[in-house]
DNA sequence: CGGCATAAGTTATTCCATACAACTAATGCG
DNA sequence: CGCATTAGTTGTATGGAATAACTTATGCCG
């Protein structure tokens, strides 16, 4: 059962063996964490363990292919040098599938962050049947399972992102309007071995975990609001490294934040959601381009000072401010990060939504909202499903463990 | 350091002794949460820990006076009989202490959930001086501290519930607008001795929490959104028993969602706020009434079937639906409770807020939201706080266990 | 070049919370 | 009165982690 954050708290149990799969777990994060490669006497400075006890549990997450160490370093102080330990690459891997409206794709991550195997088939896919789609995504799994497995590594798992309301618990598409796709049982229809666990969550929430770890190891904020601009806006809650996911896994649901009682008609059946104003489809209509024209063809009038594309996305701006506002005031966040196309937008959109922040937002004066692009612009979704299954390796190394 | 809920997970230590801790915290809740008192065996089939160590963990709690034995049951069935464990009353207790516009007062708990001890004064507060409404309060919780301990109990702590931002982790008070108070310390004007542990958090999250445990022992959801009504409009969201706080604990301000960009002006600068249209003032406004009426005088134009009392609740129910749509679509809850004075006139505004949700919650066709008024309603907030307290208590007994 | 300080990592021992098994205690039942 | 049954206790074993002492591998200084 791979969940985008672990199974809810239930009754933990307590004997006496979960204190060493705790502290294994303590000790494989700590390396994963950790801003440089760190010896074992640095784990055990990080978590408070002991170094004797760090050691064993280090030999454990060697012999389990989770960790790997370094040759030893050089150092210009006096001393046995440090071995130092790094997440091991190549060895345990998740894998991260994706349906989206004009793709299809799947990734596969090592412990060390590293893509290890990947495949994007693009296409128009709005409206296609599931079965055909999935059948598609599950044979793109399928080899790419072949090829990592055929060099040795370990696949964990597979979590699969999609743009819709997903049950998490159930594995369940309820509804993704954008795909056509509802009330459906995703995972079968991969036709993956029985073996292979594979989760189910929302893009934008796996996007939004994404962004805990750019590639370029710089620090993003541990708590943050993410929000996708796609065909429709979704958004990640992040608190303290956690995704929120709320009682399904339905979490997020910006886009349909009202912004204007008197606004358009949106397909949900209400009037004025945030959508109509800086959906992609919408803005792209609001200045003048097609639905399918390109985001480029947008950027290019933008550049140009077009009146109507700078207008349309300073409506969208306004719109967005207004929903994001609404956004921090219940829940209290201090980051926006920016991603789909608001992403490449960003610059464009700051001035309308810094705006509407600085009005709305209550805690604006103790403190202001830091709003920016989002650092993983990549395919984030894919990028996140993966490392949910990576997390729930390091969240419980003991499963890889033999003695 | 009390906090509405346990403090961040941070880094968290492994050592052996943590063990012990984790399951006599265990043990001390599979008591409180049990339907029935149990007996030790009872607690180790719902634990999972054996009858020997439910015994040596229940020994130890007995004598921190957490737990306590009822005589012996009468059964019916063949074996020895089983000695009832229940929460100890009347030993350890946590304070509830609370300023709002209209009193201030203090409210004591034991493990059992009894009211120990309790002083309200009513009074108008609005933009009195905090200095001067604090050192009364403070003069309260000193008086019940004395009585209290005079009777043999130990206060495990305090906890005060402000109607404004609270920043839990600074223990300050930022803003609250219907006190007219602001950057403030609440805890040292309190006057209290420094050896008892005060923290601060809102009103309407403790209010919250307190539905969690309703006096009749009834079970409510585990996972709800509270709204508060009062002159301002707050909300608490418990996920799984825990309060989702946010990065400061500024979660669950509601009140300000706009509503309709049209509409008339709020103190907060913005237009159209849910409480311009769903607080105390305005619904009495709306419905021809002075801010300073009682709630009753409403009660009785509704029930005189009074026109513009009607109509004022009416649309107070569709801007209170509305956001609470939105709500619920950012956060994925499907129970609403409705306290303060929405609990008062529930019933006056289901048709409205039902009609709202029905039309707007995306989740409906496979969630509706439950929708009702709040179990818990005298001074919820005051019992919340304390129970905070108490919590604390039980999530980590060892605190109270010398040997 | 050899002793010494220093830091990393390991080995041997102790400690302690829990599991396990066997016991005693207190009841109903035939 | 013996027996089955269930609650609770006692005594022993297990196994993680702490502690202290050790080994290893370096830099530094005379």
Redesign the interface.
């Known amino acids: 059962m791979e969940h985008p954050t672990r199974p809810?708290?239930a009754?933990?149990?307590?004997?006496?063996a979960?204190?060493r799969e705790?502290?294994l777990a303590?000790v494989a994060r700590a390396v994963l964490d950790a801003a440089a490669p760190p010896s074992r006497a640095a784990v055990a400075q990080?978590?408070?363990?002991t170094r004797p006890t760090v050691s064993t549990l280090v030999d454990r997450l060697l012999r389990a292919r989770v960790l790997d160490e370094l040759p030893p370093e050089q150092r210009r102080t006096a001393g046995r040098p440090a071995v130092p330990l790094v997440p091991a690459a190549r060895t345990l891997v998740g894998m991260g599938l994706e349906v989206d409206v004009d793709f299809v794709g799947a990734r596969v991550l090592d412990l060390a962050g590293n893509v290890v195997a990947e495949r994007i088939d693009p296409g128009q896919l709005h409206d296609a049947p599931p079965q055909e789609t999935l059948a598609r995504l599950g044979e793109i799994a399928r080899r790419l399972t072949d090829d990592v497995v055929r060099a040795g590594m370990t696949l964990a798992g597979a979590q699969l992102a999609l743009p819709g309301?997903v049950?998490v618990h159930r594995r369940r598409l309820?509804v993704a309007p954008n795909l056509g796709w509802s009330s459906l049982d995703p995972v079968p229809l991969l036709g993956l071995p029985s073996s292979l666990d594979v989760g189910v969550a929302n893009e934008a929430n796996l996007a939004g975990l994404a962004q805990l770890r750019p590639a370029d190891r710089s620090t993003t904020a541990s708590?943050f609001l993410y929000v996708s601009g796609e065909v429709g806006i979704g958004?990640a809650?992040v608190?303290?490294r956690e995704l929120?996911?709320?009682?399904?896994?339905?979490?997020?649901?910006?886009g349909?934040?009202?912004?204007?009682?008197?606004g358009p008609r949106c397909r949900?059946?209400?009037t004025g959601c945030l959508e109509q104003y800086a959906g992609k489809d919408a803005i792209l209509r609001a200045a003048g381009l097609a639905p399918s024209d390109p985001l480029a063809a947008l950027r290019d009038l933008l550049d140009d000072g077009d009146a109507p594309a700078l207008a349309a996305v300073g409506a969208a701006g306004r719109a967005l401010g207004?929903a994001l506002a609404?956004?921090i005031?219940?829940?209290?966040?201090?980051t926006v990060l920016l991603g789909g196309i608001y992403t490449d937008l960003a610059e464009d959109l700051r001035p309308a939504v810094r705006d509407e922040l600085d009005?709305?937002v209550?805690?604006t004066?103790?403190?202001p909202t830091d709003l920016r692009a989002a650092p993983v612009a990549d395919r984030a979704a894919l990028t996140g499903a993966a490392q949910v299954v990576l997390r729930g390796v390091v969240d419980d190394p003991a499963r890889f463990c033999e003695a």
């Open positions: 809810r708290p009754a933990p149990a307590a004997r006496q979960s204190l705790h502290n303590l990080a978590t408070g363990l309301l049950d309820q708590s958004a809650v608190l303290d929120y996911l709320g009682l399904h896994g339905w979490s997020g649901e910006i349909h934040l009202p912004v204007d009682p008197n949900c059946g209400a207004r609404a956004t005031n219940l829940l209290d966040l201090d009005a709305r209550l805690a004066p103790w403190s």
